[in-house]
């Protein structure tokens, strides 16, 4: 049986364009954006979504029936939670460059981007074979790491991978001799 997940990035936090390591306030605009963007989305028999208040105020833009997911929650940014990139950069300069260029670094003391995209790997390969077309609200990290596994990328790959708010990532399972193969 063929798995077809339609990972739908969670609007943006706020309106300064900063990167917030955290599940941050959501702005007006990219709620109204979720609502336009519903209409484009692909058919599909279940919606999950991540435990993030973003993602829930996504599916209620999207007035969609979602199940929580915790398994897709965002990284854990450990001491780094609630401060901006740039904020981070300029305080921790070399733990921030660390964290961006090895995968196994945690200058922050959460998630190393590894661990992300194996806790990512386990829920993918933990679906039922008859889940069918479902559609993914998450955080653009859980994206990237789904990606990461479906493209059988190296884990270095996954800073070099772009998943914008509201964007779509596609991803298929086939099921076959040795288990399922995702693309």
Known sequence: ?????????????????????????????????????????????????????RCARTAHALALKTTLEPALHDFDYGKWRGRTAAEVAATDPYGFS????????????????????????????????????ALVITEPAVARAALVHALSAPVRAFWHLEVPPLSTVCVASCAGRGGAHWS
């Open 98 to 133: 660390v964290w961006l260029t090895d995968p196994d670094a945690k200058p922050h003391g959460g998630e190393t981007v590894r661990q992300l995209c194996q806790r990512i790997t386990r829920w993918l390969n933990s679906l039922p074979p008859d889940t069918g077309r």
């Open 1 to 53: 049986m063929t798995i077809c997940l339609t990972l739908l990035c969670a609007i943006a936090g706020d309106d300064t364009g900063e990167a917030i390591l955290d599940d941050g306030v959501l702005n007006e605009r990219g709620l109204s954006e979720a609502g336009a963007t519903g209409a484009v989305l692909p058919r599909h028999s279940v919606a999950v979504r991540a435990p993030s208040t």
